[in-house]
């Protein structure tokens, strides 16, 4: 039986998405009583938030590779990390354990690449907006990306840690996303990827100006068909 290694807690919020959104997929393809067999690591958000220093972000990989190898030990057969910030140390985390990873990044480019996207914006939080570890693997897939606007981050920035990470969604948020959004799109772009895994909470991402690429969505899509054999 295949079994999905999870590193989460960061936050919560996305750690009940990926959990809930991989059981239900799993249980539509298998049917009722199945869920989906997984092993969740959860951390304590409070030491992993805003990192900035080159020393908090080894401290991050260091936490993030123990947890990827005692999900390895404890059988996972794949592994994923919960949270797009978190993928700065993706390197160093794949190469501490033998078995397979997913990129959230790499499974956004693929998807989009599939559709024809050409031009597109990324939302997301200053460490993901602005780093070149999640950027360069859109732009590698043929995909250009608008500049990154500082006061949009800033905004995305303090919606992401100041409420929905404590699972708060309100409605000048939800505007403060539409109106970027709509900017996003009369400046070019053809879509928009949400890479914040808390952003679903105030975006539609069904029902938008713009087709909007949901990182959380498609990375734990993709984990929930390797679970099914389909990957």
């Known amino acids: 039986m295949r079994k999905l290694g999870l590193i989460g807690g960061m936050s919560w919020i996305a750690t009940r998405s990926y959990y809930e959104q991989i059981n239900t997929i799993y249980q539509r393809a298998k049917g009722a009583p199945a869920?989906?067999?997984m092993l969740i690591e959860n951390h304590d958000f409070a030491g992993l938030a805003r990192l900035e220093s080159d020393e908090d972000w080894a401290r991050a990989a260091e936490?993030?590779?123990?947890?990827?190898?005692r999900l390895e030990a404890a059988g996972a057969g794949l592994i994923l990390i919960a949270a797009n910030s978190m993928h700065r140390v993706y390197d160093e985390v794949e190469a501490a354990v033998g078995v397979p990873m997913l990129h959230i990044a790499e499974c956004v480019g693929d998807a989009m690449a599939a559709d024809g996207v050409k031009r597109a914006a990324l939302v997301a939080t200053r460490n993901v907006?602005?780093?070149?570890?999640y950027r360069r693997r859109l732009v590698a897939r043929g995909i250009d990306l608008l500049p990154p606007d500082m006061e949009d981050i800033e905004k995305v920035d303090g919606i992401v840690y100041d409420e929905l990470v404590a699972g708060r969604?309100?409605?000048?948020?939800e505007r403060v996303l539409k109106t970027i959004i709509t900017e996003m799109g009369q400046q070019g772009a053809e879509a928009v990827v949400l890479g914040a895994t808390e952003l679903e909470m105030v975006v539609m991402?069904?029902?938008?100006?713009?087709?909007?690429?949901s990182s959380t969505r498609i990375h734990l899509t993709r984990a929930a068909e390797w679970l099914l054999g389909s990957d």
Not at 63 to 69: D, E, L, P, W, Y
Not at 169 to 173: E, G, I, L
């Open 35 to 37: 869920s989906a067999p």
């Open 63 to 69: 936490t993030m590779v123990a947890s990827a190898r």
């Open 129 to 133: 907006a602005t780093g070149s570890f």
């Open 169 to 173: 969604a309100t409605r000048p948020a």
């Open 205 to 213: 991402v069904d029902a938008n100006v713009l087709p909007i690429y």
